[in-house]
């Protein structure tokens, strides 16, 4: 069973800057598209970005769109999220999975905590 394990969430002031990581197991990630999802307080999951495997590709929901970059590390099973220029709409829970424009998997991590405030 696939497995997801995310980090490098916290609070930042909005402008700032955060790095997230989700270390990926039970599944061959190489082989895999990837995503990340967030929720929002009292809002739905929904997709953020993502990326093929062999990172021929991505695609960025338009909120985030030249602000957050994503990519992998394959030989370390990790995905990881840039994010710059952060904004208080950004709060939120953020997630990985497998897949690109949708969730493959129906297990998922617990996520890791965005706040963007001043």
């Known amino acids: 069973q696939a497995q997801f394990v995310e980090s490098g969430g916290g609070l930042v002031q909005p402008g700032g800057s955060l790095r997230l990581s989700c270390l990926v197991s039970?599944?061959?990630?190489?082989?895999?598209?990837m995503s990340w999802h967030r929720q929002a307080p009292g809002k739905e999951r929904e997709l953020v970005a993502g990326i093929l495997s062999g990172s021929t590709g991505r695609n960025y929901q338009d909120p985030v769109m030249g602000r957050f970059t994503i990519s992998r590390n394959d030989a370390e099973n990790t995905l990881y999220l840039q994010m710059e220029s952060l904004k208080p709409e950004d709060t939120a829970v953020y997630y990985c999975n497998a897949g690109y424009y949708r969730a493959l998997m129906d297990s998922w991590g617990k996520g890791t905590l965005v706040t963007v405030s001043s």
């Open positions: 039970g599944l061959a990630f190489s082989k895999y598209d």
